[in-house]
C-alpha cells in the first residue's frame, strides 16, 4: 500500500457543489500538507497542519477548508467548487525529527464544470 | 514575495547526455533544497537534497550544488536514460511552513 494515499484519484463536479478530497498515511509523520499544481504554476500551499490540533493557511486557502480528524487523517473540502478550482491536489506529509522531505500522495485531478 | 525561478522550463536530450537544470531564490533564510522528480500520473518524489552548509551532494548519475552567494542551486543529471524522462521542481525551505516550488521543468530524454 502507498505511504501516503488520496481519494478520489478524479473526480468531475458541477459548480456549487460540495467536494470532499481525502488523505491518509501510513507514514506515522505528524506534519501533513495540502497543495495545489496548475500548469507553469508548481506547486501552491493551500493549508497544512502540525497536529490535530493545529490547522495553518497557507499561501491560496480562500474557497478551502480543512480537517484533520486523526494524526493520519486530513482532508480538504470545497465548500462550493467553482471552476477555476479545477487543478490537480496533492497531499503531503512530513517528519520535524527526519530530513525535511515530503512524502507526496499520487494525487486527485479535479475538474468543476 | 518570496519565489523561486527554475530554467528551463523544457529541456530536450539524447540518450547518454547530461542534463542540467537551474533554480534561483529570493529568500536568504532558505536553508534546505530539496528536488523533486514527477512521473507522469504519480505525486512528485524528493531525489536529491543539500543543506546550506553544503556545497555539492552527488548520488549515482544526479548530483546538486548549491551557491548561497548568489542564491543559485543546480541539478544535474549524467548518463541520461529514457526513464528520467519527468518533470522535475526544485524548492526552497526555511522551515516547515514556508516552502517554495519552482515553476517545473519537463525533461524529455530522446533514446
Known amino acids: 500500500d502507498a505511504d501516503v494515499t488520496q481519494t478520489p484519484r478524479n473526480r468531475i463536479t458541477k459548480t456549487g457543489k460540495r467536494i470532499m478530497l481525502e488523505c491518509s498515511q501510513t507514514?506515522?509523520?505528524?506534519?501533513m500538507y495540502w497543495y495545489r499544481q496548475d500548469p507553469g504554476l508548481g506547486l501552491r500551499l493551500i493549508y497544512y497542519?502540525?497536529?490535530?490540533?493545529?490547522?495553518n493557511k497557507g499561501e491560496i486557502s480562500d474557497g478551502y477548508s480543512v480537517s484533520r480528524q486523526a494524526q493520519a487523517k486530513f482532508s480538504l473540502s470545497l465548500e462550493s467548487a467553482i471552476p477555476n478550482q479545477t487543478a490537480l491536489y496533492f497531499c503531503?506529509?512530513?517528519?520535524?525529527?527526519?530530513?525535511?522531505?515530503?512524502?507526496f500522495g499520487s494525487g486527485t485531478r479535479l475538474t468543476v464544470v | 514575495g518570496e519565489n523561486v525561478e527554475q530554467h528551463p522550463s523544457t529541456l530536450s536530450v539524447q540518450e547518454g547526455d547530461s542534463a542540467v537544470i537551474k533554480c534561483t531564490y529570493s529568500?536568504?533564510?532558505?536553508?534546505?533544497f530539496p528536488w523533486y522528480k514527477q512521473e507522469l500520473g504519480k505525486g512528485p518524489q524528493l531525489i536529491i537534497d543539500?543543506?546550506?552548509?553544503?556545497g555539492e551532494k552527488k548520488d549515482q548519475r544526479i548530483a546538486v550544488t548549491l551557491n548561497k552567494t548568489a542564491k543559485h542551486f543546480s541539478l544535474h543529471i549524467t548518463e541520461t536514460q529514457p526513464e528520467d524522462s519527468a518533470v522535475y521542481f526544485c524548492?526552497?525551505?526555511?522551515?516547515?511552513?514556508?516552502?517554495?516550488f519552482g515553476p517545473g521543468t519537463s525533461l524529455s530524454v530522446i533514446p
Open positions: 503531503a506529509t512530513s517528519d520535524f525529527s527526519a530530513n525535511y522531505g515530503y512524502t
Open positions: 507514514k506515522g509523520h505528524d506534519r
Open positions: 497542519s502540525f497536529d490535530v490540533k493545529d490547522i
Open positions: 529568500d536568504s533564510a532558505s536553508n534546505y
Open positions: 543539500i543543506r546550506s552548509n553544503v
Open positions: 524548492a526552497a525551505q526555511t522551515s516547515y511552513d514556508k516552502v517554495i
